[in-house]
């Protein structure tokens, strides 16, 4: 493939009209009920969010210390959170006939999903990546979601050669039937992403009754 169709490519891939953010909020809490394929049944669980991880408003003391300048768009390829050991390829997901999020296939329990109705991970406003927290066969691609801590990393690569480097700030568990679309989608000005996955309960009838959302913003580009 030459330079120029690889350029046309991504142009092509590139949303023409982006979901305000109450439309992704909706979406996402219906489509990723999709996720919730995951068996539930391992001795312990996922790990559920400390109360002291929740997102402040405030910049929280040696965390947060600097923001980059945002990226123009480029597909994202790769995510990384070193933290939790996860290196995962990333594929793009939409609406499916319904309406719904697509949720990545979850036969691959290492992939992850970025919502490409929403902006790519870098660019100004809040970007969304999405991936099962287990499956049938054992634990998937975000089930140490919950563990994460503020100050750690979400590296994001991309097509175009660069590394959005996220650092977080914040990681909570909604439950679906409230989920706060405002607070976790809508722009805060910068550049950002939400990791979400499926977490709180769990009920062989219903699945998880909850969603966790790592909540980061952007402070390095490599």
């Avoid at 996720?35 to 003391?61: C, I, K």
């Avoid at 999405?130 to 503020?150: E, R, S, T, W």
């Avoid at 409230?178 to 009838?205: D, L, N």
Wanted: aromatic letters at 8%; a negative charge.
């Amino acid at each position: 493939m030459s330079a120029f169709e690889a350029a046309e490519l991504e142009e092509a891939q590139r949303p023409k009209k982006r979901a305000p953010w109450g439309v992704i909020a909706l979406v996402l809490l219906t489509g990723l009920a999709l996720l919730r394929n995951g068996s539930g049944e391992f001795d312990e669980g996922p790990p559920q969010p400390a109360s002291a991880a929740a997102a402040d408003s405030r910049t929280p003391a040696g965390v947060m210390t600097g923001t980059a300048a945002p990226l123009p768009f480029a597909v994202p390829d790769r995510v990384r959170i070193p933290a939790i050991q996860v290196d995962a390829p990333i594929m793009p997901v939409g609406l499916d006939a319904a309406g719904w999020v697509d949720a990545p296939p979850p036969e691959d329990p290492n992939l992850a999903g970025w919502f490409s109705g929403a902006v790519s991970p870098g660019e100004k406003g809040t970007a969304v990546v999405v991936g099962h927290v287990d499956n049938q066969q054992g634990p998937a691609v975000f089930y140490g979601l919950g563990a994460l801590k503020k100050g750690q990393l979400v590296e994001i690569a991309r097509r175009d050669g660069k590394t959005a480097v996220f650092e977080i700030y914040g990681v909570e568990v909604f439950a679906k039937n409230s989920f706060p679309g405002e607070r976790v989608y809508a722009s805060k000005g910068a550049a950002e992403v939400r990791v979400i996955t499926c977490g709180g309960g769990f009920s062989p009838q219903d699945g998880y009754d909850g969603n966790v959302v790592v909540f980061a913003r952007l402070v390095e580009v490599r």
